[in-house]
């Protein structure tokens, strides 16, 4: 989709992270929104594991939210998925919060 951020158009794989980038549209307090902005190597219940998060927003510095981080990485999935695959997302989605923690970098999903 078409996007007001430096980093150009934004693309999504469901309606529900479309959504969620446009709201992200409109917060004025965003400085730059990235799609699928990494991948990182993961270690999940002893295994090696690669991980590519969902989105990035960057927000400027002298904004307070969210949770005083200037950069939030977020997993856009239905609350269904998160539910009905909870045994194997929970233990991937902890080891990268920890992750990006390490980083002072916000992880939410």
């Given at each position: ?43 999940v ?11 990035m ?53």
């Amino acid at each position: 989709m078409p996007s007001r951020y430096p980093s150009g158009p934004l693309l999504y794989e469901s309606k529900l992270e479309r959504d969620f980038l446009m709201s992200l549209e409109v917060d004025g307090h965003i400085r730059d929104v990235v799609t699928q902005p990494m991948t990182i190597s993961l270690t999940v219940d002893g295994q090696a594991r690669t991980y590519t998060p969902d989105i990035m927003a960057v927000w400027q510095t002298r904004s307070p939210w969210p949770h005083g981080f200037r950069r939030v990485v977020f997993e856009v999935k239905p609350l269904a998925i998160l539910r009905s695959g909870y045994g194997t997302l929970a233990p991937k989605y902890r080891a990268a919060r920890r992750y990006f923690a390490e980083r002072d970098v916000g992880y939410l999903t």
